[in-house]
C-alpha cells in the first residue's frame, strides 16, 4: 500500500486498527505482546503500523477463522 507518486506507506492509527479488525484496543495490544501483529512505530506519542504489516496481520484472521481459530477470543 505504497503511495505510487512518493513511495510512502500508508500508516495506521489505533482508531484504524479496531475498524479493520472489529477487536479491541487490548486485544490489539495484546496480538503486539504474542507477536501476531508488530510494534507500532511511535510519532511523538502517536502509534502507527504501516499498511504492509497490517495486511499480514489481517490475513492471519482468514487463516484462523479457516483453522476454526477466533481472532477475538484468547488463546493460551
Do not use: C
Not at 507500532?40 to 479457516?66: H, Y
Not at 476454526?68 to 477470543?73: A, H
Amino acid at each position: 500500500m505504497e503511495n505510487t507518486e512518493t513511495g510512502i506507506e500508508k500508516r495506521y492509527t489505533l482508531k484504524e486498527l479496531i475498524e479493520l479488525s472489529q477487536i479491541s484496543r487490548a486485544s490489539i495490544y495484546r496480538h503486539i505482546e504474542q507477536g501476531k501483529l508488530s510494534q507500532p512505530e511511535k510519532w511523538e506519542r502517536a502509534s502507527r503500523w504501516k499498511a504492509s504489516e497490517v495486511q499480514k496481520w489481517l490475513s492471519s484472521f482468514d487463516t484462523g477463522l479457516a483453522e476454526g481459530i477466533n481472532p477475538k477470543v484468547k488463546t493460551t
